[in-house]
């Protein structure tokens, strides 16, 4: 059985003035159905602009090259890459949904929430505006919206930006895509809700056999949920492989150093490393000698605290 997306030898540049600066170096990865598919690195690795690239969000001064190929039945591939020859429209929201790192720009701030969802559903459904008013509530309900019936009737800036993720989440999954990607999409959620929404989108992918490519930064995330793993590091894939594999006994050096800065079992006021403390010139280096002495220099030059805090409470009064 073909992958659901398979991405191949994806190169992608960026013309600033003249300038041009490589953001992805002939990156290959495939997506099967059915499967959760992480991609992992520091901001700037190149994680969102391959993700935009699927559905051509980039903006005019890039230049993609490559193919994307997408699966929506067997043996049939659509290269997304060749825009004129895809109608792209047909596919955003209804075969290939995203969900975007931040609510606060994704939302027409002009349209009530309900109404922005309600439009995706009339456009790919073709069901009535009762029934999408219905289905809109219902996805409300699903993604723990607080009074699902009154959000279809409020604007964005009557939200919190957390509940605004969620509507957001509720639009990329009206349709039942077979495949979403979600870009950091629990960011602005607290851990509970947090929960809530990955067991959404998990209980959707088994229901609908649908794939997902997940975005994140959080590798304890990634290790809950992801079936698949790729590391990116300065636009490239340095790592993939089965998650559980990954995770327990990765290979490159830029794995091992993000693995190694998870805060997770750091003891209180001791210093938290960084990558570049394990990671130099493409190797691991050691890091407890360059911890160290990172610690000696600051305490040297500095000889005095920055800040120091005495007796201090915080309370809050209740009652009023």
């Known amino acids: 059985m073909p992958p659901l997306l398979s991405i191949k030898n994806l190169n992608i540049q960026f013309n600033n003035e003249g300038v041009v600066n490589t953001a992805v170096h002939n990156i290959s990865l495939d997506v099967a159905r059915g499967e959760i598919f992480a991609i992992v690195g520091e901001s700037g690795s190149g994680k969102s602009v391959t993700a935009l690239s699927i559905l051509h969000l980039l903006s005019g001064q890039s230049t993609t090259t490559g193919d994307i190929l997408f699966y929506p039945k067997e043996n049939e591939p659509i290269n997304l890459l060749k825009g004129k020859a895809v109608n792209l429209n047909a596919i955003r929201g209804k075969q290939i949904s995203m969900i975007f790192q931040e ?11 309900g109404h922005q969802v309600m439009e ?29 019936a009154a959000m279809v009737d409020r604007y964005p800036h009557q939200l919190s930006g957390g509940q605004k993720q969620r509507v957001m989440i509720a639009m990329a999954m009206s349709c039942n895509p077979g495949l979403l990607i979600a870009d950091e999409p629990t960011t602005a959620l607290d851990v509970t809700v947090q929960k809530t929404i990955l067991e959404l989108i998990a209980s959707l992918q088994k229901q609908n056999n649908m794939g997902v490519i997940l975005i994140t930064h959080d590798l304890g995330l990634v290790a809950d949920i992801a ?15 089965r998650a559980a594999a990954i995770l327990q006994n990765p290979r490159h050096p830029y794995t091992k150093a993000l693995l190694a800065c998870r805060p997770v079992g750091k003891a209180k006021g001791e210093r938290l490393p960084v990558v570049s ?44």
């Open 227 to 241: 079936d698949s793993i790729a590391v990116m590091y300065r636009g490239n894939i340095v790592e993939t492989g």
């Open 277 to 320: 403390d394990f990671l130099e010139d493409g190797s691991l280096k050691n890091p407890g000698t360059s911890l160290q002495q990172n610690i000696k220099v600051i305490n040297k030059e500095t000889g005095y605290p920055i800040l120091r805090v005495k007796n201090l409470s915080v309370h809050f009064p209740a009652g009023k």
């Open 120 to 148: 995706a559903l009339c456009l790919h459904e073709k069901i009535s505006k009762k029934e999408a008013r219905e289905r809109t509530i219902e996805l409300f309900r699903k993604v723990n919206l607080p009074d699902p």
């Open 103 to 113: 609510p606060m720009t994704s939302l027409n701030p002009v349209f009530k929430c």
